[in-house]
């Protein structure tokens, strides 16, 4: 792997030899939240609508007459730009990353703003995104990352195409970018076509910490759902802290691991409560979130509480043996191989770890603190952060 700069962007190259696409990625770090919730997807779903130069139609015919991904999506703390291309047509892809970069239009706002009301509307219809909105917007409550769909909904008639403008200028030249390649190519073109973009900044990021949290339940009745559907989760560290390798096992342990979870074990096969049953390890900058999820009959929902928490008592007071430790890691690690095979998952991987403020090979570490985590590390873990303060959602019928 070869470290390099232009523009003051932290960049990286890895060669995979006689691999015929190449996979880039670059990512721009939000200094600042949005003014109000739903700007900044807006302002994502309109990138690829346009250019100075091109029609949106004319881009998705380039791409589509080339075999060209170019995608852009909007995370929770950085915009993303991926492509994925052929090598012989890097240099093409190149040229129409750096039109989408440096000339956006934004000609479609209104159109785009109707149709993301339109989508959001119709996915909150699901009882099982509506539950997890209603978490999101509880545990990060008056804070950027708890910007839900219905927060959205609330608030995106007040952006206009103004806002939108300011806030991708304000992106583009007040942010810390970090770029990574993988692939066969010649990396060094990259500077040819991006070196218009403005300069990498280390600048003060504004967005707070999250509040902390108390034990609170929320819940909301829905007419027409034919289950009831629960979230309870905790405000946890998140990736760099000495505990996130611990917390990343205790995940594939209580239920990301499928059907070798204890969750699933415990309460689905033992005592039939659960369609879905799992548990999600979800990490932003400055906060992440440990959740527990169940889809169970609404007459079995003070029994799945009292399941988590019988789950959660287990693991916080018996000491796990080395054979389940032993086991998650190897999932875990495979996981983590899994999800590294393509060049251009090598290269999100590589560009999501420099943007977090890693080194672009942080995997490697991480898989090291991994295979060193006791049994009492699990159990110390445990006690520290499942607590008494915690939130938990419900709907029902």
């Not at 239009?105 to 909105?133: I, P, Y």
């Not at 910490?209 to 829905?222: A, F, T």
């Not at 998140?238 to 969750?263: C, E, F, Q, W």
């Not at 999820?293 to 799945?304: A, F």
Request: net charge negative; with cysteine; hydrophobic share 35%.
């Amino acid at each position: 792997m070869k470290t390099f700069k232009f523009n003051n962007i932290e960049s990286c190259y890895k060669q995979n030899k006689d691999t015929p696409r190449v996979g880039l990625v670059l990512n721009f770090l939000i200094e600042n939240a949005e003014k109000y919730a739903g700007e900044y997807s807006l302002m994502n779903r309109l990138l690829l609508k346009g250019t100075s130069k091109y029609k949106a139609e004319e881009i998705a015919n380039i791409l589509d007459n080339n075999a060209i991904e170019l995608y852009t999506e909007m995370k929770s703390d950085f915009l993303k730009f991926k492509l994925i291309c052929l090598n012989e047509d890097f240099e093409l892809a190149l040229s129409i990353l750096k039109e989408i970069i440096l000339e956006p239009s934004f000609e479609e706002f209104e159109k785009e703003k109707q149709k993301l009301k339109g989508e959001l509307t119709a996915e909150l219809d699901s009882a099982k995104v509506k539950v997890s909105d209603l978490f999101t917007k509880t545990i990060y409550k008056d804070h950027f990352y708890g910007h839900s769909y219905t927060k959205i909904l609330e608030e995106i008639d007040n952006v206009t195409k103004e806002d939108i403008i300011i806030a991708y200028e304000n992106i583009q030249k007040n942010s810390k970018k970090t770029l990574s390649i993988v692939g066969d190519v010649d990396y060094k073109i990259v500077e040819k076509y991006l070196s218009n973009i403005p300069y990498s900044r280390n600048t003060e990021n504004l967005i707070p910490n999250p509040n902390g949290i108390k034990q609170e339940k929320v819940e909301i009745k829905k007419d027409d759902a034919n289950q009831a559907q629960i979230l309870q989760g905790w405000l946890v560290p998140t990736i760099g802290h000495k505990d996130y390798p611990t917390i990343m096992l205790l995940n594939v342990i209580l239920g990301a691991s499928g059907l070798s979870s204890r969750l699933f074990l415990e309460l689905r096969e033992k005592k039939g409560l659960a369609y879905t049953v799992r548990s999600a390890y979800e990490t932003h900058l400055k906060s992440a979130v440990f959740s527990i999820y169940i889809g169970t009959e609404p007459s079995n929902i003070e029994t799945s509480i009292k399941g988590f928490k019988e789950e959660i008592e287990k693991i916080k007071n018996i000491l796990i043996s080395e054979e389940e430790l032993e086991n998650a890691k190897n999932n875990l690690i495979g996981k983590q191989q899994f999800l590294s095979e393509t060049n251009s998952q090598q290269a999100n991987m590589m560009a999501y770890y420099s943007i977090m403020g890693k080194p672009f090979d942080y995997r490697n570490t991480i898989i090291k603190q991994i295979r060193a985590v006791t049994p009492e590390q699990i159990k110390d873990c445990a006690n520290r952060y499942f607590t008494e303060d915690y939130v938990i959602a419900i709907i029902k019928p």
